[in-house]
């Protein structure tokens, strides 16, 4: 019975073999000259200037989500439509007209959502107490 799994270790050990042997053989073909340059931050091309540890405005990341949710939502649905036609000659796509329009109603729910707590705008106006100097705005 062991004889079984000794194929699926000898394919680990080759694996593992590979890898050590690409990684060594790498080592002793590349170059190496570091400098405090090569082993700074790489930064969009920019030079890094002033400390990683900045507090960063979370909507960008909230922009990018929502983003990645209707992205994705594009991504379920192109598949749907180029079999549609042949699902209502089967007979099913008043069900498969159903389970889209579902799909649809919950991401709307969500869209809806994140609508009402004002995280698409790109600028949140904080409301000021009366008697209270008005904060600074960000630059745009």
């Known amino acids: 019975m062991y004889f079984h799994f000794a194929s ?3 394919f ?17 073909l590349r170059p190496s ?7 700074s931050t790489y930064e969009c091309g920019e030079p890094p200037t002033g400390n990683a540890w900045i507090n960063f405005n979370i ?4 922009v990018a989500l929502v983003f990645i949710i ?6 379920f649905l192109w598949p749907v439509a ?3 036609k042949d699902w209502v000659i089967k007979g099913q796509g008043l069900f498969a007209l159903l389970e889209i329009s579902i799909f649809l109603l919950v991401l709307f729910v969500g869209l809806v959502y994140v609508w009402v707590k004002k995280d698409l705008e ?3 106006h904080v409301p000021v107490a009366e008697g209270e100097p008005a904060p600074l705005r960000e630059a745009a």
């Open 8 to 10: 699926v270790l000898v």
């Open 12 to 28: 680990f050990a080759l694996g593992a073999g590979l890898v050590a042997l690409m990684l060594g053989l790498a080592s002793l």
């Open 33 to 39: 000259n570091p400098e405090t340059i090569k082993l």
């Open 59 to 62: 909507r960008f990341y909230m």
């Open 70 to 75: 209707f992205d994705v939502e594009a991504a």
């Open 82 to 84: 180029t079999v549609y």
């Open 122 to 124: 790109w600028q949140k």
